[in-house]
Every structure is written in structure tokens, then in C-alpha cells.
């Protein structure tokens, strides 16, 4: 403890800049902290069924949440039916969990997600063992957002490993067509990507050729994730070291079972914080495709706030769906830092 004081006071108050910088943030605590906590707990209305008492009492509404929270959390999806998409969150976050402890073989974590993503396509959908058929344009919310975030960053995986190793490619035909595919969706911002996937492809396809508009916006979303992921992977790739390569191959090994078995573990071992940079842009992202008609936990909050008697507590609304948002990339930060520090322990 003793030593502890000479070093903080070193870091606050070693030179000018560092003192000043001190006081003014010191003097910026004692002038906002106050106010904001009397703000949003002290003069808070908690539960009120009218918001004229939120006026009166002239502090946060989180009555607001409290009256529009399953409009909020489940969108559009029908009101009797939505313990379904809660269940359906619920068995998504078990399944993450269950992946992030390491505790079980790959061959578990992907029959238990094979098994778990086909409950909650059920769940969502209905149309079997006696559950109401719920079509994807009611689907809506935080099991959305959830949904479109890993279906996204599963789905690209696989394929920004492929467009890793094609870059690297001696073959120059497989070379340019990865090159020419990552820099082409690079270069475009994600919503154009969303608007050709939800408005300019059906304009191709044959007049009975129908595609879900939820399903063009997963592939959107996983095509542009690729891209990105891709060249992470590659920067994991550039730092294995040559002599890793050579022994597996001097071991007899093929291309394939040098890539896949040697390779590329150890390149996604390298690349852990960008694709964790990654997955939480991805997350915040999808709010995104409201702009093409699919109600995210976004434009959920804006449905709610649709309601002229609660218009003007949008403040509340949108703090409440933050700190899901923070809840949730805060999670994957401190465990994509958990897991690389694992893996250092482990290589060491």
C-alpha cells in the first residue's frame, strides 16, 4: 500500500499537464456525477402506469422500459408466443457458454450446436410439434440481433479461412478471385451490401424464385463478415513462422493437412483480438437491418417510442439498449482477453 501511493501520485500529479488534467477531471466529477445519479435513480420513476407522473417527479422514466420492454426485447412477434424467442436466446447463450469453457471436444461443441441451432429454428418458426407457425418478417428484437450475429460470424468463418489460404495461393487464378472478392466488399460500406442482398438480387431471380428476406440479409451480412475476417486471418498467417510449413511437409503431410492441422491454428491464435474487434462490430452492425425492413432490438426501441405518450422519454429507451449492447460486446472483450491469455499460458 505504501509503495502504491508514491506511484499514483507520480501518474496524477508528476507534471503540469498530468495536475491540471487531475483537478479538471476531479472538478468535472463533482459538477456531473451529482445531478446525473439524482437523474436516473434518486428523482427516477420506476413503475408508473401514466407518464405524466415521470413529468411530475422530473427524473429518468424508466417506467418507459418497464411498460415497453417485451416490445423492445421480441419486436413484432406475437405477444402470447414470445416465451419462444426468450427460450430461443436463452438455449443460444447456453450454447455459447458451453463453447467458451473449453471443457469439451470439438466433436461435442459441434454436434451440440447442430442440435441446439435446429431447437431454435423451431422454436422461432414454429410449424412443428405443435407450435404456431411464425413467419421471419415478425421475427424481431434482441433474439434477432443475437441471431444474425452468430449465424454471421459462424458463417463466415469457414469461408474467410478459404479466402485466407486463396490469397496466399501460388495458383494466380485463385489468388485474384480472393483478392478481387475481399477488396470488392471492402471497399462498399455493409449497407450497400444489405441493399443488394434485400433489393437488387430478386430483381435477377425468376418470378416464383422467392428468398426469405431475413436469409438475403444473413448472407449479406456473413459475405461482408468474410471479407474482413479473411484478412485478419491472413495477419495471423504472415506470422507463422516459415520452418512450421517446411516440417509439415517434410513429415509428408499434404497442402490441406499443413493448412488445417498445423497452419492455421496457430494463425487464429495470432489473429484472436482482431476477430474479436471483429465479432463485436459485427454485433453492433446489425442494427443496420432495419434499413431493410427486419425490426433489430434498434428499431424495436424506435417501434416502442412510436407511442405518443411515451415519445419524449426516448433518453431511457436508448440507455436501456446500450447496456444491452455493453453487456454483450463487453463479454466477448473479456473473453476473447481470457482466451488469449489462456493460449499464451498454454504455448509457454
Known sequence: MSAAVPKLRQRLFGSVGNSLLTLAMVAAFVIYV???LRWAFIDATWVAAAPDVCRANGGACWSFVHEKYRLILFGRYPYAEQWRPLAALALAIMLVLASC???????TVVAGWAIGVTAIIVLMRGGALGLEYVPTDLWGGLP??????????????????????????RLRVVKSICVAFIEMVRGVPLVTVLFMASFMIPLFLPGKVQVDALLRALAAITLFSA??????????????????E????ALGLT????????????A???????IANLFIGLFKDTSLVGIVGLTDLLLATKQALGDPQWRSFALEGYIFVALIY???????????????????????
Open 255 to 266: 497442402y490441406w493437412q499443413t493448412s488445417l492441422l498445423v497452419v492455421v491454428p496457430q
Open 246 to 249: 517446411q516440417a509439415a511437409e
Open 326 to 348: 455493453v453487456a454483450f460486446c463487453f463479454f466477448i472483450s473479456r473473453y476473447s482477453r481470457s482466451l488469449e491469455r489462456r493460449l499464451q499460458h498454454d504455448r509457454s
Open 227 to 244: 471479407a474482413y475476417l479473411a484478412e485478419a486471418i491472413r495477419g495471423g498467417l504472415q506470422a507463422v513462422p516459415e520452418g512450421q
Open 34 to 36: 451529482p445531478p446525473l
Open 101 to 107: 469453457s473449453l471443457r469439451f471436444g470439438w466433436r
Open 268 to 274: 487464429l491464435r495470432h489473429a484472436i483480438p482482431a
Open 144 to 169: 434477432l440481433t443475437v441471431f444474425l450475429a452468430l449465424s454471421g460470424m459462424v458463417g463466415a468463418f469457414p469461408l474467410a479461412v478459404v479466402l485466407a489460404l486463396g490469397r496466399r495461393s
